[in-house]
């Protein structure tokens, strides 16, 4: 069973930086991921990576403001928001998948609850 638990979340005014936390148990070999869902709007994908943190994927909107990365020595996986937007207000869901590009499409096999990210100006 894997289980996935979020922190990091908060606010932050417009062009701060945040660094979100996902704490992940029994999640060996599969690949991990991060998604939004803001007030009034569909959950959509943010960012992928593989089980061996070779591979990566980011959605447009993030992409140069966003990074993702793992330490599977301490079974997490971080999101570094630089740059924030207003836009980038939502509630961020960890995630994992079997596979970076499937985690990419929305082939998630667990959801964490998720973390209140609040962008101010």
């Known amino acids: 069973q894997v289980r996935l638990a979020e922190s990091g979340g908060g606010l932050v005014q417009a062009g701060g930086s945040l660094r979100l936390s996902c704490a992940a148990t029994?999640?060996?070999?599969?690949?991990m991921g991060w998604f939004r869902q803001a007030p009034g709007k569909e959950r959509e994908f943010v960012a992928a990576?593989?089980?061996?943190?070779?591979?990566?994927d980011r959605a447009d909107s993030v992409k140069g403001r966003f990074t993702i990365s793992r330490d599977n020595a301490k079974n997490t996986v971080t999101l570094q928001m630089n740059s924030l937007k207003l836009e980038d207000t939502a509630v961020y869901y960890c995630?994992?998948?079997?596979?970076?590009?499937?985690?990419?499409?929305?082939?998630?096999?667990?959801w964490g609850k998720g973390t209140l990210v609040t962008v101010s100006s």
């Open positions: 990576i593989s089980w061996s943190g070779g591979s990566t």
């Open positions: 995630a994992a998948g079997r596979g970076r590009s499937n985690v990419a499409g929305g082939l998630v096999d667990y």
């Open positions: 029994g999640a060996m070999n599969y690949a």
